[in-house]
């Protein structure tokens, strides 16, 4: 059931000052909802949109007070047996990837088990980066076996492309260049075999659409592999023609660029615009200099459409502040505004995605399966992207305060059950890759 959550995680503690700051905390008032607990460490309503210096509570205050101690003794000590505990679980359920009804892709099977052993992997547990080969291995076996799914989608995601981008990066990081290349050529050949399965996708979005090529793209090139600039900027060529060709048809109300998926136009970073613009801020190098106004009007429309509350709507014309996801919410614009502040030098965009924050430790918490796109997993990563933007401590704070909630016995029992429990995106896994970037962001 949904509701407050217990402090259980600090049990251990109960013989440190830290343990009756959460105590007292965790009596502070607390709001019941379907959708998220209650955070026992928000006393108040959070700070107002407009302040990006100090997006803190007192309570909050009171953690970074005693965050020295908290981190030593709570998150250390949990590390281990959280890493243990996914690999186990992980590997149990997909062992070498013999199981024919595993899907192959990142969002729900194989492709997503190899992505999150690699992770551990780079967090220096012994043994993940076998079983993220191993894992990506048999993703690419399941390409074959599965051949009714093979060309169904075109994006990292969903699609054949997440399993090559997924496998050159395990190579990749296990120094075999000569797979890597073998595998990026493959996810290339991908676009270049057949480009119309590119040009007429009926969709632009990350998750279905051309941004999930290109992101898959994005995510190769960011494990050193190289990818023919002309390839990424024929992809993005057409994202920019289809933006305009929607903003036209919504008439003038519309930013410059504007998408739609099954005749809405969304705003989130797995369905929409946020997500788009995402992609093309990471490609800016083969956006045309006559495009780049229009990426930028459209993020600060975008970042003028938010509710008072500093969240997004699902979708433009819907009025309802109810999802705070990746998928929908401010969640997945955070990412998004942090890499258009950085690349405009706009603090009001920064600005935008701290307002995002707030919204998060609020009502963050989700009762959902502590996944990626849906889930607390991806609302904590949010967390984290903010800190590296800001450098603000609070905001890494928060995200390990997120993390301490993740693994209390309330969290654990309580939350929703998912129908992919092991994936990346909707299963637990990607809790325990969020618990290991948050021990690792200084
Ligand atoms: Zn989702």
């Known amino acids: 059931m949904p509701g407050a959550l217990a402090p259980e995680t600090t049990q251990h503690l109960s013989s440190s000052p830290t343990w009756y700051l959460l105590k007292w905390s965790a009596t502070a008032e607390m709001a019941a909802s379907a959708r998220y607990f209650a955070n026992p460490f928000l006393q108040a309503p959070s700070s107002s949109s407009s302040s990006s210096s100090s997006p803190s509570s007192a309570p909050a205050q009171a953690l970074v007070a005693a965050w020295p101690e908290l981190e030593a003794s709570a998150m250390d000590a949990t590390a281990r047996a959280v890493r243990k505990e996914t690999a186990r679980m992980v590997w149990e359920t997909y062992g070498d990837g013999d199981d024919e009804n595993h899907h192959f892709g990142v969002y729900t099977g194989l492709a997503g088990a190899a992505l999150a052993f690699l992770h551990m992997a780079a967090a220096g547990v012994s043994g993940a980066s076998s079983r993220a080969r191993k894992l990506a291995k048999a993703a690419r076996r399941a390409l074959k076996t599965q051949p009714g799914r093979k060309r169904e989608r075109i994006t990292f995601h969903e699609g054949e492309p997440g399993v090559w981008a997924v496998s050159a990066a395990v190579s990749a990081v296990a120094g075999d260049d000569r797979r890597a ?85 969304y705003f989130g970073a797995a369905h929409g615009l946020s997500g788009i613009l995402y992609t093309l801020l990471r490609a800016w190098s083969v956006v045309p200099d ?115 909630l993740a693994n209390s016995p309330s969290f654990v029992e309580g939350h929703e059950t998912s129908d992919n429990p092991c994936s990346l995106y909707q299963g637990t896994p990607a809790r325990r890759s969020c618990h290991v970037s948050g021990l690792r962001a200084a």
């Open 181 to 265: 290349w073998e595998y990026t050529q493959e996810l290339i050949s991908f676009y270049t075999d057949a480009p119309t399965r590119i040009r007429d996708a009926d969709s632009d979005e990350i998750l279905y659409g051309r941004a999930g090529y290109l992101l898959a793209l994005l995510f190769v090139e960011s494990f050193g592999c190289s990818v023919d600039e002309q390839v990424k900027a024929d992809v993005v060529t057409c994202i920019l023609d289809s933006g305009r060709t929607c903003a036209a048809r919504a008439g003038d109300s519309s930013p410059p660029l504007m998408y739609a998926w099954h005749k809405k136009r």
């Open 290 to 404: 006559a495009a780049r106004a229009d990426v930028r009007a459209t993020i600060d429309w975008f970042a003028a459409s938010r509710f008072e509350s500093g969240n997004w709507p699902s979708s433009m014309g819907n009025s309802k502040d109810r999802l705070v996801q990746w998928c929908h919410g401010a969640p997945g614009a955070i990412h998004m505004l942090c890499e258009a502040a950085a690349r405009f030098d706009a603090p009001q965009l920064l600005d935008a995605a701290v307002a995002g924050g707030d919204v998060i430790w609020e009502r963050g918490v989700l009762t959902k399966a502590p996944g990626l796109c849906h889930g607390l997993a991806g609302n904590g990563f949010a967390l984290l992207a903010l800190h590296r933007a800001t450098g603000v401590a609070i905001w890494l704070v928060r995200a390990r305060a997120f993390l301490l």
